[in-house]
């Protein structure tokens, strides 16, 4: 089956979940017309069904091919992305001064979430450039500005993020390229680099790397990194390409998914160096990478959402379609379709409503940024900053965690044919798996969510977000409403969980850091569950208001109901793993190194 972007889920998350109505109509949208929304949503997921994820199967099956130093994408792929380009997808969100239409980026998040779900892979290659074009506006002087940005905003060119090296993974510090100052003013950069998304490709004319390096001087550590850009081909004075640059794909990754996209190992300097332009300030690179890097953290969200969104459409119809068994008490002969039985109703329910949540979770991260540069109260600015920088690991980790249980249950929804490869469910599992892993593992993502967000101000942030969540029950529970069932105690329960947890937290990252850290993970499954659950019970409540028939609230209610009494109802559990595990945690060397 192909995808149908899911537009009223998406809009009622978009405006009420995530907040974005409320956000316009206090002004901090600038003259932003949200009637058009729907519009940009809808065409974009046109174009999805039309021309991308018709080619999902076709890139995973015939993958990309390394010949010589150049990366040749699968059959259609180029097509695509210049059909892509010159819709204008590529300039959703992009600075009008250099060729954007200057949309909010919640409008791009949704954006990507059709990309994604249609055809990850492909959106990969944007979301990276998307990434670049953000460092480049913030911390590029005029003069690459007006060179490179144009370029990357229009889509013409494509960018990478280059920090891994074979001893400096997570450990960004330890990386060895290095970089050594000209007399023009321009850098020449000697390194490898490994795991390079969309290092090389044929989909563009040039490709701008962003590169991690080390000056001579530099001080030890992630001090002494500096950022530099590193066009594949240089850029004459009229604007036309110019030389080949020394830098170059040496390999290419064999991969569990994300066939279609090119994983590249990326040599520099076989030829005297790479000519490299710095960004920023020298020995300030990792401020600059931070920029691309958490812009990207939403977009790997956003692919966690979509990935997930796409696997259940799939079980779904396929679960309407096989048939198996007999409805309990039923009478007659022949069989009905599985999703008659309540098991399979319950991991459907299940998939789309940890869908659902993740994806309120991206929006409301994509709103807060918005806000932070939108705004033109400064507290107001500050305020949404820190809010968006507390969003940003759950949104990375719980979105793309969700993903892989979804896709997960979607092969288990196809039985035996999801473990074959002709029906798609395989592939949405495999393609999964590593937006645990890139653009910071999860864990690393729990443990930036405890060390720093939630010790930010004394937990000032995750308090004040705590006690909206709680004005959010309130209105549950004072709807009456039979249909939310014990929705309200549920969440009123997690709450409990969540702040008693936060404050253990507080308390251990000063008197037992090794005790906060074996928490960061389950802590960051509860704050998930918890936000995710009181989101969709907002967006439920927002359903009986918007006044398009009862059956549509209800689908909404129902949801919700589902969520918290299936999933935030776990939240007791993880407050005590939070708590009880630390121990056991810490005092595992016996076990797995006696």
């Not at 931070?290 to 990207?296: E, G, R």
């Not at 969510?449 to 004005?471: C, I, M, P, Q, W």
Request: glycine letters at 12%; hydrophobic letters at 45%; charged letters at 20%.
């Amino acid at each position: 089956m192909t995808y149908r972007a899911p537009i009223p889920d998406m809009l009622l998350s978009l405006n009420h979940g995530a907040g974005l109505q409320a956000a316009v109509q206090a002004g901090h949208y600038g003259d932003f017309d949200a009637d058009i929304t729907m519009a940009i949503l809808e065409e974009a997921g046109r174009f999805a069904s039309d021309v991308l994820a018709p080619l999902n199967s076709v890139g995973d099956k015939n993958g990309i091919k390394l010949d010589g130093g150049k990366v040749t994408t699968a059959p259609g792929w180029p097509d695509a992305y210049r059909r892509w380009t010159e819709a204008g997808w590529n300039a959703v969100s992009g600075p009008e001064a250099f060729g954007g239409q200057g949309l909010p980026l919640a409008i791009n998040a949704a954006c990507t979430e059709i990309w994604s779900a249609s055809n990850i892979a492909f959106g990969l290659c944007p979301l990276l450039t998307l990434s670049a074009i953000e460092a480049l506006d913030a911390h590029g002087s005029g003069e690459l500005k007006k060179i490179y940005l144009e370029k990357l905003v229009t889509g013409e060119w494509t960018g990478t993020m280059q920090l891994t090296e074979p001893q400096a993974g997570s450990d960004v510090g330890a990386l060895r390229t290095r970089a050594e100052r000209a007399s023009d003013g321009s850098y020449r950069i000697s390194g490898t680099k490994i795991f390079i998304t969309y290092g090389d490709h044929d989909m563009t004319d040039n490709i701008v790397h962003f590169v991690l390096a080390r000056l001579p001087d530099a001080p030890p550590g992630t001090r002494g990194i500096s950022l530099f850009l590193i066009p594949k081909f240089l850029v004459n004075a009229d604007g036309s390409l110019g030389a080949r640059n020394d830098i170059h794909a040496s390999g290419v990754e064999h991969k569990l998914g994300m066939h279609a996209s090119p994983t590249c190992t990326m040599t520099m300097g076989d030829h005297g160096g790479a000519i490299g332009y710095l960004i920023g300030e020298e020995n300030k690179g990792m401020q600059c990478m931070f920029t691309m890097m958490n812009q990207a953290r939403l977009g790997v969200g956003l692919e966690g959402v979509g990935i997930a969104d796409r696997a259940y459409q799939q079980a779904l119809a396929f679960a309407g379609e096989r048939r198996q068994g007999r409805a309990v008490g039923k009478p007659g002969t022949g069989a009905d379709p599985i999703i008659v039985h309540p098991d399979v109703k319950r991991m459907l329910m299940q998939m789309r409503a940890l869908t659902a949540a993740a994806r309120t979770i991206c929006y409301a991260t994509a709103v807060a940024l918005d806000i932070s540069a939108r705004a033109t109260d400064p507290a107001t600015r500050a305020l949404a900053a820190a809010r968006g920088a507390l969003l940003t690991p759950i949104a990375k980790a719980f979105s793309t965690d969700i993903g892989n249980e979804v896709c997960s249950l979607g092969v288990q929804v196809h039985g035996g044919m999801g473990f074959i490869e002709e029906t798609g469910a395989a592939q949405h599992f495999r393609d999964a798996r590593i937006t645990l892993i890139y653009e910071g593992t999860n864990g690393i993502q729990a443990i930036d969510l405890v060390t720093r967000k939630l010790a930010a101000n004394g937990g000032a942030s995750v308090f004040a977000l705590l006690d909206e969540l709680a004005g959010t029950v309130k209105q549950v529970e004072a709807s009456n409403d039979p249909a939310f069932g014990t929705t309200g105690a549920k969440l009123r329960d997690a709450l409990g969980s969540l702040d008693r947890a936060s404050r253990w937290l507080l308390e251990r990252m000063s008197s037992a850091p090794n005790d906060a850290l074996a928490g960061a993970t389950p802590y960051l499954r509860l704050f998930g569950s918890t936000l995710g659950g009181c989101m969709l019970a907002a967006e439920a409540l927002a359903a009986r208001d918007v006044g398009e028939g009862e059956g549509h609230a209800q689908r909404y209610v129902t949801l919700a109901r589902f969520f918290a009494e299936n999933i935030t109802v776990q939240a007791g559990a993880l407050e005590r793993t939070v708590m009880d595990g630390a121990e056991a945690v810490n005092g595992a060397d016996a076990v797995l190194l006696g």
